[in-house]
């Protein structure tokens, strides 16, 4: 992920005047002695941009590197290895010695708690920043600002309460307003939605979603969930081992993963492994022990006799009388009717490979009915078979 | 970077990874912190070494007095009533805690916070208030009792209760060391998952069975823990013998020493050293056993999920319990406090008391009169006021380092602080006189080492509340701050002290009460320079009357009172956002 990936036009619509980007990460590597004396790496070499009004999702399970690279953005952690740019000026560089401590990035952070002052009232809470940043201002000026982003928000009148007495939404829209009240363009958020319950969350997510977009801050926003991911991101970082393994808009991450890691980290996906026995044109023919197939490559490099694997998502396999490729026998072993679509495992014929197939409505085949799959070959992701590394 | 050759950045990582952490420079305010920390600690091991150094040197005349005969009848004293109380202590206060917090009986603040309030008083004044109730002749206790007798026919002169007996000490010494065990155990019961006990009796056992099988065993740790701070205060308990011991004549360790040190001219140091040394070695062994004893066992008592038991129902019994459980608090806290009261307002000590003429007059007079008495009462005043505000001040900063900064150096300045409070207060009181009360220092006599002496006493337990304080302002909350553009001094001045404040007031106020209650470190420390309230009740008591011990001691008591009520109710003000759930964890 050393290439600067460039946005595309249609992600975002704010910020066109300045395009340097607001963050800028180059080789960043961070690493742990643990007790034993071995050596983990919290991050392994990580460059990106985020553009004006960009929204990253940084994505993994936990103990991937995330949350410890927000906190390096930030301030509070140190990387060992590294630059990081905010705003075009560099706040750290190892080779340099160049370290900002936090309180001079000039930046917001959105802690997971939300992180407001007990002891303060709102008003006092969102003006912190104001006070605390360099800069003199009148009280007039101060009580200005803060009415003027509690509004923006939508928490106008709740100025002189505490936020103990404040539910989960109110406490997130003051939490934003102290990030933005300093005209901050850039906020970090710390899985801030991660503990309040299901209902809520999605209610504060499109909230959120709709405040990002219609004042346009950029932001770098940490989760573990990937339907929030999906939901929130201009582009999505998905992370593994402290590396960033794939970075790229929600649908791209979905459909077209660049590694195993990726693609079974998000969504379901039936693996089958396979031998690539001939290159036909842009599609690759596979020799599996369910039968010959037919897929496209899903990374550069992979050549004849590469011992691969066969990626396909369940909505894909398709239960049919014939087709012209792709055929896979196989004895149903188990049909779920989840609802609105039914899910079939089948076990393919010769294979301990059992492989998810998705289909609309009531359930059609019976378990333990011989049955054949297809799936079309611009659908089979092939992928080398040696990188699940990293999880 | 971009240029590098493959061979180079092959070397990169190794090399790059931090050996020695490299750290940000310290703060001036953090710089402040670690001096504040490392000069607390130096407070408590500096006297420490002074009685190991001693010792050392003294070393002929410590083992003469350790080989003398007389030791091991104070040993033997000693032993009998350390052991006896605790063993009564450990059983009272476990069956308190249960009784709250566990059964219907229980009967909120009554049972919740009564059986502390004996921590709070300065045990002195207990111990003379008991003087006052179980005194032979003139006893209220006792003449209570003999009127009674009286009424059925049976005169009797003198009795039938004695404070000066075997029975009366260990008595003194159980009731001082029940709040240490009902602390403990009612902390255990708290922490350990009722669905333990619940599963036992849905089993099938009795209430007693789950009891013995289940509860008790789970509590081993606590019991283990309030065994050793009753051990530990125990063996250098020097208020109760040196009132109730003389008078029994069953002397004991910790009297000796004081007055080997102070009531002895010229003062032998040599020999309280080696005295000193037998208290070490008694609460090292409990120690060892006690780390022992945890280390193997299995009673992690996890849950703590703050869900309560479902109380057991005592039916019939539950009257019975409650009236043994006030009771017992009225006769620990209560009778001794009236007591003191009445023969401070009576003006002198006699069983034929004055209704109508209880005036304040007596009380004022006694404590005002004496120029001696008014000198030592605002000693104490000024000394626990100066002691506790640099105290809690230091504390709060010490702790600032300490919970924030995870290093080791700041872990052994930690415990450098904290390890005085596994000492005996005589120890340290002693390594007071050998490190400072003489040259270069020449501190003998001074205010000065009063307050450090103090200060090195009774700062553990005010360090272990302010590190509290600290961890539960948590990492965000400040992290936020910084983020918003505070620096580390606005940070601390406008995010931790304002959080950290209702802990640190109320820690105040133990300080302060503790330090004008002091006995220990006065009685060695004290003299008629700087005379204070803990060493003058000494000196009346040598020679001086019951009604000024009384007024000395209900002062005590009041202002004491006053103070810890106040600073509860300041507290809450202080944390009245904190009546619901803060943001941030």
Not at chain 1, 176 to 195: C, H, K, Q, T, W
Request: proline content about 5%; glycine content about 10%.
């Amino acid at each position: 992920m050393s290439s600067h990936a460039t946005l595309q036009s249609e992600v975002h619509a704010v910020g066109q005047a300045d395009l340097r980007p607001v963050i800028s990460l180059r080789n960043v590597a961070k690493r742990f002695r643990r007790a034993d004396g071995t050596v983990a790496n919290a991050i392994d070499g990580v460059s990106f941009d985020v553009a004006p009004g960009e929204f990253v999702v940084l994505l993994g399970p936990s103990g991937c590197g995330k949350t410890t690279l927000l906190r390096t953005i930030a301030g509070l952690e140190r990387a060992d290895e590294g630059e990081i740019d905010i705003h075009g000026r560099p706040v750290f560089a190892a080779e340099a010695g160049i370290e900002v401590p936090p309180e001079k990035r000039n930046l917001s952070m959105i802690f997971q708690s939300y992180a407001l002052w007990p002891h303060l009232t709102v008003f006092d809470n969102v003006a912190y920043p104001l006070r605390s940043r360099g800069k003199k201002r009148s009280k007039a000026e101060i009580a200005e600002k803060v009415n003027h982003v509690l509004e923006l928000v939508g928490v106008g009148n709740l100025g002189r309460q505490y936020p103990g007495q404040m539910s989960g939404g109110q406490q997130q829209r003051v939490a934003l307003a102290r990030a933005l009240v300093d005209g901050g363009d850039l906020v970090l958020f710390d899985e801030p939605l991660s503990n309040v319950d299901a209902k809520v969350r999605e209610t504060l997510r499109r909230e959120l979603l709709e405040m990002q977009r219609r004042l346009g801050f950029a932001a770098v926003y940490v989760t573990h969930d990937q339907n929030e991911a999906m939901e929130l991101a201009h582009r999505v970082a998905v992370m593994g081992g402290g590396k960033v393994r794939q970075l790229a808009a929600p649908a791209e991450i979905y459909s077209a993963p660049t590694s195993r890691y990726v693609s079974n980290f998000i969504g379901t996906t039936n693996e089958i492994e396979a031998t690539v026995s001939a290159v036909d044109g842009d599609r690759l023919v596979l020799d599996s022990a369910a039968g010959e197939m037919r897929g496209v490559p899903a990374v550069e490099g992979i050549s004849l006799g590469d011992r691969v694997v066969a990626c396909v998502r369940p909505e894909h396999v398709r239960i049919v009388e014939s087709a012209d490729h792709n055929l896979l026998p196989g004895v149903v072993e188990r049909v779920l009717f989840l609802g609105p679509t039914t899910e079939s495992s089948v076990r393919l014929n010769g294979t301990g490979n059992t492989v998810r197939a998705m289909g609309l409505g009531a359930p059609v085949h019976a378990e333990g009915e011989q049955v054949l799959l297809h799936v079309p070959a611009s659908h089979v992701r092939v992928l080398p078979l040696e990188d699940r590394a990293g999880e | 970077m971009t240029t590098m050759s493959p061979a180079s950045t092959q070397t990169v990582p190794i090399s790059a990874i931090p050996a020695v952490k490299q750290r940000r420079k310290l703060s001036p305010l953090m710089l402040l912190s670690v001096v504040i920390a490392v000069a607390l600690g130096l407070l408590g091991v500096i006297p420490l070494l002074s009685v190991g150094v001693g010792a050392l040197a003294d070393l002929p005349q410590v083992i003469e007095q350790l080989s003398r005969e007389d030791v091991l009848g104070l040993l033997r004293n000693t032993i009998i009533v350390v052991a006896i109380s605790t063993a009564f202590a450990l059983v009272i206060g476990a069956l308190l805690a249960w009784v709250n917090e566990r059964t219907d009986a229980s009967m909120g603040i009554i049972t919740e916070a009564m059986p502390l309030i004996p921590f709070m008083l300065p045990p002195i004044a207990g111990a003379i208030g008991w003087v006052l109730l179980m005194a032979p002749q003139a006893g209220y206790l006792n003449g209570i009792i003999r009127w009674f007798l009286g009424l059925l026919g049976v005169p009797i002169e003198n009795g039938p209760l004695d404070i000066y007996s075997w029975y009366g000490l260990i008595m003194l010494y159980t009731i001082y060391a029940v709040p240490y065990s009902f602390m403990m155990c009612t902390t255990g019961l708290r922490n350990m998952d009722p669905a333990l006990e619940e599963q036992s009796r849905v089993s099938g056992s009795t209430l007693l069975r789950t009891l013995r099988t289940v509860t008790l065993p789970a509590m081993l740790p606590s019991l283990l823990g309030a065994t050793m701070l009753i051990l530990m205060s125990g063996f250098g308990l020097f208020s109760i013998p040196s009132v109730i011991g003389r008078g029994a004549e069953i002397p004991i360790l910790s009297v000796r020493i004081v007055d080997l040190l102070n009531f002895t001219y010229p003062a032998q140091t040599g020999a309280a050293i080696g005295l000193s040394l037998i208290v070490v070695a008694f609460v090292a062994v409990f120690w060892w056993f006690q780390s022992r004893t945890l280390r193997r066992g299995r009673f992690a008592t996890i849950g703590g999920k703050g869900q309560r038991a479902s109380r057991i129902r005592l039916g019939k019994a539950r009257p019975w319990v409650r009236a043994a459980v006030i009771l017992y608090i009225a006769v620990t806290t209560v009778f001794p406090l009236l007591a003191l009261l009445i023969v401070s307002l009576n003006g002198y000590w006699t069983l034929n008391i004055d209704w109508a003429g209880l005036n304040l007059n007596a009380f004022f007079q006694a404590l005002f009169e004496d120029r001696a008495t008014r000198r030592a009462l605002s000693n104490s005043m000024s000394y626990g006021a100066i002691g506790s505000i640099i105290g809690i001040v230091a504390v709060a900063f010490a702790s600032l380092w300490i919970v924030r900064s995870r290093t080791r150096s700041a872990r052994f300045v930690d415990g450098a602080i904290k390890f005085p409070a596994m000492l005996s207060h005589l120890i340290i009181a002693v390594g007071f006189v050998l490190a400072f009360a003489g040259p270069p220092f020449n501190l003998g006599g001074t205010a000065l080492i009063m307050v450090l002496a103090y200060l090195a006493l009774y700062i553990p337990q005010a360090s272990v509340s302010s590190d509290a304080a600290v961890a539960q302002v948590g990492k965000e909350l400040p992290e936020a701050s910084r983020i918003s553009g505070a620096g580390e001094g606005r940070t601390i001045g406008r995010i931790y002290l304002p959080l950290m404040a209702p802990a640190l007031v109320l820690g105040w106020s133990m300080l302060f009460v503790r330090m004008i209650g002091d006995l220990t470190a006065s009685a060695i420390l004290a003299g008629t320079r700087n005379n204070v309230v803990g060493f003058r009740i000494l000196e009346i008591y040598q020679n001086g009357s019951y009604a000024q011990l009384a007024s000395l001691s209900t002062a005590l008591t009041v202002i004491s009172a006053v103070i810890v009520i106040a600073v509860l109710i300041i507290s809450r003000r202080l944390a009245r956002w904190n009546h619901q759930t803060p943001g941030g964890k």
